[in-house]
């Protein structure tokens, strides 16, 4: 128990599920059994993660002597990623067709959904992952990354 208390403590302020539960000295969080509020906590952590899907944003910039058939085989190996590993969610990619001119020379962009941060960290040391970055690196200029846990808008 003063372990999970611990973890709880390092989260910081606003992120702990227990910060609404009465107070620790209070005659009510008396009556309310340990076990219970480590199940109500513990729920309401995962409940959380599980509501917050994580997008894996990846843009490429190709060395201007990149072999086009070699730039095909990273688009092609990056796209079998999506059946060879399995906490892939959603995988959407494309080149880029904006008007406005600010690629800054990125021209491919991949998006990947996964469940959590737990499944982005597992496909990040997959093995398959790193064999697809053996294949990309000799004709990577730049890569430019960006995760972010979803937000939806509400209208």
Request: hydrophobic letters at 45%; a positive charge.
């Amino acid at each position: 128990m003063r372990r999970q208390a611990l973890i709880l403590t390092e989260m910081g302020p606003g992120n702990n599920p227990l910060a609404k539960l009465p107070p620790a000295g209070s005659r009510l969080a008396g009556r309310m059994k340990p076990a219970i509020l480590l199940a109500l906590a513990l729920f309401t952590m995962t409940s959380i993660a599980d509501e917050s899907p994580i997008r894996h944003v990846v843009h490429f910039k190709f060395k201007p002597d990149a072999d086009p058939a070699k730039v095909q085989k990273v688009v092609d190996e990056f796209a079998a990623l999506r059946g060879k590993i399995p906490v892939i969610q959603e995988f959407e990619y494309g080149t880029n067709v904006s008007p406005e001119g600010l690629d800054k020379g990125f021209t491919h962009c991949w998006i990947l959904t996964f469940k959590n941060d737990k499944d982005r960290d597992a496909y990040l040391v997959h093995p398959d992952h790193k064999a697809f970055v053996e294949v990309l690196k000799p004709v990577l200029a730049e890569p430019l990354v960006v995760d972010f846990v979803v937000k939806k808008v509400k209208n």
